[in-house]
């Protein structure tokens, strides 16, 4: 068995290998940050727009097709906010269980923020932006963390 900082030992999954547990408060913080932001997306679809999201679920399997527009982005948005909340839910609960985490997340995150505001700069993507970019600099600090833990 490999005394590696970054393999997981048999016995403790929510430990590196004879060290510390490198749980992270900040990550089950940006986590919930996250899930908020999903909940907050759902929420405003709900309340902004409860005739188009209801039309939309209204017309059946395959009514992406036959939709207006506005059905469909009510139904698009309602899907983003979701899976937000699930990726938030999955950063919380990587930092709680002491994961090493992957950079992917944030990278993916503060892209589709990005983009998201370029195309529509009114919408709260800046917000998915930060997020990611908090979710790049923890993800960095905690892996400069784990190899200055003694082997």
């Known amino acids: ?38 909940i907050a997306h759902v929420a405003t679809v709900v309340l902004l727009y409860p005739t188009q ?34 990726a938030g839910l999955l950063v919380w609960w990587s930092g709680r269980q002491a994961w090493i985490i992957s950079i992917a997340p944030g990278i993916l995150m503060t892209a589709v923020g990005v983009a998201g505001a370029w195309f529509v700069p009114i919408a709260p993507f800046w917000a998915a932006a930060a997020l ?7 993800v960095v600090v905690r892996r400069a963390r784990i190899r200055k833990l003694p082997a």
């Not at 030992?9 to 089950?28: E, I, K, L, M, V």
């Not at 209204?58 to 698009?76: E, I, T």
């Open 1 to 38: 068995m490999s005394t590696s900082p970054h393999t997981a030992d048999s016995r403790s999954p929510r430990r590196s290998t004879g060290n510390p547990p490198t749980s992270s408060h900040a990550f089950q913080a940006l986590g919930l940050a996250v899930i908020a932001l999903g």
């Open 53 to 86: 999201l209801m039309a939309f679920l209204g017309s059946g399997f395959g009514g992406l097709y036959r939709s207006p527009a506005n059905h469909v982005q009510a139904f698009w948005s309602t899907l983003f906010g979701v899976m937000v909340a699930a």
């Open 132 to 138: 990611g970019i908090a979710a790049l600099i923890l």
